[in-house]
T-cell receptor, first 116, second 115 residues
Framework: ETGVTQTPRHLVMGMTNKKSLKCEQHLGHNAMYWYKQSAKKPLELMFVYSLEERVENNSVPSRFSPECPNSSHLFLHLHTLQPEDSALYLC???????????????FGEGSRLTVL | TQLLEQSPQFLSIQEGENLTVYCNSSSVFSSLQWYRQEPGEGPVLLVTVVTGGEVKKLKRLTFQFGDARKDSSLHITAAQPGDTGLYLCAGPVLYYGGSQGNLIFGKGTKLSVKP
């Protein structure tokens, strides 16, 4: 496999369920990100990991819990979500954390989450 | 707070037409990037513009960075159905002192090109 892969592509869960989203990058990058994409809103940065260390948490509710066991894998654990959390969750990676003038984010295809 | 405003939000045109979409900010950016997101996919980088006034061409797509580095435009000539998608502009947050942080994104322009 190449690039950034995300599973599952689609997830439907109840408000009391616990589920996880998985992301894997095959690019040898040092930084990984979770973004949330909702209708009528810009892409929202949720978490940033650099060399497996969480370096940024943009005021995300604790019902979202990230995990980065190694530089290739990133998880987003979901617990007691709300219907307004329904969105497309995108994982991305970049060579280094700070996106320089020549830096680029490589995105996965996203996990479409629906909370009932 | 640095913000990127994109216009128009939606654009529906016929194959063969030309179009321009805009990305504007009241803040200066060291660079701006354009991504295209096709339905069911993640965004893919099209181009990075770095120098004020810079023009870059990618086949039928022409990207321009404003002289003051506060805005950018994307012009598509003779649009094709394959150009359909969400066009996002993005730029690195600039901290006091000049260091750069993570990318922020505009809301995007959703383009539909009908055959």
């Amino acid at each position: 496999e190449t690039g950034v892969t995300q599973t599952p592509r689609h997830l439907v869960m109840g408000m009391t369920n616990k589920k996880s989203l998985k992301c894997e990058q095959h690019l040898g990058h040092n930084a990984m990100y979770w973004y949330k994409q909702s209708a009528k809103k810009p892409l929202e940065l949720m978490f940033v990991y650099s060399l497996e260390e969480r370096v940024e948490n943009n005021s995300v509710p604790s019902r979202f819990s990230p995990e980065c066991p190694n530089s290739s894998h990133l998880f987003l654990h979901l617990h007691t979500l709300q219907p307004e959390d329904s969105a497309l969750y995108l994982c991305a990676s970049s060579q280094d954390r700070v996106v320089s003038n020549t830096g680029e984010l490589f995105f996965g295809e996203g996990s479409r989450l629906t909370v009932l | 707070t640095q913000l990127l405003e994109q216009s128009p939000q939606f654009l529906s045109i016929q194959e063969g037409e030309n179009l321009t979409v805009y990305c504007n900010s009241s803040s200066v950016f060291s660079s701006l990037q354009w991504y295209r997101q096709e339905p069911g996919e993640g965004p893919v980088l099209l181009v990075t513009v770095v120098t004020g006034g810079e023009v870059k061409k990618l086949k039928r797509l022409t990207f321009q960075f404003g002289d003051a580095r506060k805005d950018s435009s994307l012009h598509i000539t003779a649009a094709q159905p394959g150009d359909t998608g969400l066009y996002l502009c993005a730029g690195p947050v600039l901290y006091y002192g000049g260091s750069q942080g993570n990318l922020i994104f505009g809301k995007g322009t959703k383009l539909s090109v009908k055959p």
